[in-house]
Nanobody, 124 residues
Framework: QLQVVESGGGLVQLGGSLRLSCAAS????????IAWFRQGPGKEREGVAW????????HYADNVQGRFIISRDYAKSTAHLQMNNLKPDDTAVYYC?????????????????WGQGTQVTVSS
């Protein structure tokens, strides 16, 4: 069964940190780019971070640049999103997605597999 499963969400205070994980199964992990998206209350889903299938390139949304770090562990077929200095605006459901198609990393339509999401809530 082809799937990605997120974990690691929770409630954290302003300025705190969380580490999200995305476990992939049923497909060749190193053949896919991995991205994290998020959808806040009343907002559209937006791209947060992306890492290439080779692990040598990453991109970030402007509003998380310098605070979030995306990484991947090929041995465990898992990707991570380290989130530091969290703000209330980071409150959202965070989704992991995988794709083989080339193109702008923030385009939702280019992704083949999506997880169910994990809730991140930042309190002030």
């Amino acid at each position: 069964q082809l799937q990605v499963v997120e974990s690691g969400g929770g409630l954290v205070q302003l300025g705190g940190s969380l580490r999200l994980s995305c476990a992939a199964s049923g497909f060749t992990f190193d053949g896919y780019d991995i991205a994290w998206f998020r959808q806040g209350p009343g907002k559209e889903r937006e791209g947060v971070a992306w890492i290439s299938r080779y692990g040598d390139t990453s991109h970030y949304a402007d509003n998380v640049q310098g605070r979030f770090i995306i990484s991947r562990d090929y041995a465990k077929s898992t990707a991570h999103l380290q989130m530091n200095n969290l703000k209330p605006d980071d409150t959202a459901v965070y989704y992991c997605a995988a794709r083989t198609t080339w193109g702008n990393w923030y385009l939702l339509s280019l992704y083949d597999y999506w997880g169910q999401g994990t809730q991140v809530t930042v309190s002030s």
